[in-house]
């Protein structure tokens, strides 16, 4: 596995002419197209993304096609195809290269690292070359919390709900998994600093891995949110503002804040309010005005995800009990088993700190992996 350009801006400004200048901040996909297009020349080469078209400043892969760069260099683009196509026998064939291009959004429940390991060892079965445009986490490079769960089917490797990795660091952790005579390649953004991965404050084009949602604190409610979507609460979506509250005819505000007062929850606070979905993509209490808790972020540094999700479920189940129906989420990514023993009456903090060990060695073992600094 390669890493071109890798540890892109993990040194000091380069020197030229006796100034140091910072390095241009530049997208994985400019740095391809740029640098590094000689790694698909004369391939027939597949594009794999959720994104199909142009976007955030972006061109799309059919405007890449007719770039004179792309032209000279005898790539052909063969077609543009989700990943889910991607998993699929039959669209390796005739193909001898592939580009990934993933907005991994850095936690469970929009962590695209099962898929990108079933497509890389896809690709080296068709004995293909892959290469990965590489993204920033949306929430932080320097943030992880727990619990842990392991993404990648048949790996035992743990990682935090919210991980901080881009997507290649992120496979450089996983590489044992990996087949070992994929013919990978990785290329990172460049002139990106670490502690700027927040959306839009890194300076590289940024989409928002969920698509209801545009801005970063409000990406890091949704991240907590997510996770209850298989309950019976409502998230807010048919409202102008979906994924930062949660509300069902039910809810007993008063009774549930009164829990959550009791709890260690840093950098959010609570309001109690009432919303009314329209036609909402859930379904869930179409026209009906209920009773609701908004999050809001006050100091994103000290926001932690995954026990967020778990407070929330536990103090909304001591009140309502079986009215949650909590156990609807036990398949969430990342925190569906720690939620159904929420829903048997484990402690949640319990549950968040016992990982604390496990956190503390990824990010050990995180070090040694990233591309940024």
């Known amino acids: 596995m390669a890493f071109v350009a890798a540890c892109a801006s993990s040194g000091p400004p380069r020197e030229d002419a006796g100034r140091a200048r910072p390095e241009k901040v530049r997208a994985s996909m400019t740095v391809l197209v740029e640098d590094s297009l000689r790694l698909l020349a004369g391939r027939g080469v597949i594009w794999i993304t959720e994104t199909p078209g142009a976007h955030a400043g972006l061109p799309s892969p059919a405007e890449l096609r007719e770039d004179a760069r792309v032209r000279r260099m005898n790539v052909h683009f063969l077609a543009v195809i989700s990943p889910d196509s991607a998993l699929s ?20 429940t929009r962590s695209s690292l099962d898929k990108l390991h079933g497509i890389v060892a896809l690709a080296a079965q068709h004995k293909a070359r892959i290469v990965v445009l590489d993204h920033p986490p949306s929430l932080g490079g320097e943030s992880n919390d727990g619990p842990m769960w392991q993404p990648v089917k048949g790996s035992d490797v743990s990682i935090p709900v919210r991980y901080g990795l881009s997507v290649g660091e992120a496979l450089r952790l996983f590489k044992s998994a990996l087949p070992p005579d994929a013919d990978l390649h990785v290329i990172p953004a460049r002139g990106v600093r670490r502690d700027k991965f927040w959306g839009r404050e890194s300076k590289l084009p940024w989409t928002s891995p969920v698509d209801e949602v545009k801005d970063t604190d409000d990406l890091l409610i949704a991240a907590s949110l997510l996770p209850l979507e298989g309950t019976a609460l409502s998230l807010g979506r048919g409202t102008s503002e979906p994924l930062i509250r949660i509300g069902a005819p039910w809810l007993d505000t008063k009774h549930v804040l009164d829990e959550l007062a009791d709890r260690p929850l840093s950098g959010v606070k609570f309001v109690a309010e009432h919303f009314a979905p329209h036609r909402p993509s859930d379904g869930k209490y179409d026209g009906m005005s209920i009773p609701a808790i908004r999050i809001e972020v006050v100091d994103r540094d000290r926001v932690q995800t995954g026990r967020l999700t778990l407070d929330l479920a536990w103090a909304i189940w001591k009140v309502h009990g079986d009215s949650l129906r909590l156990g609807g989420a036990a398949g969430t990514p990342g925190l569906g088993s720690a939620l159904l023993l929420v829903s048997r009456g484990a402690d949640p903090d319990s549950l968040v700190d016992a990982s604390l060990p496990a956190l503390v060695a990824f990010q050990k073992r995180a070090r040694g992996v990233m591309l940024y600094r």
């Open 89 to 108: 026998e039959a669209a390796w064939r005739g193909v001898n290269g592939a580009v990934v291009d993933l907005n991994d959004g850095g936690f469970a």
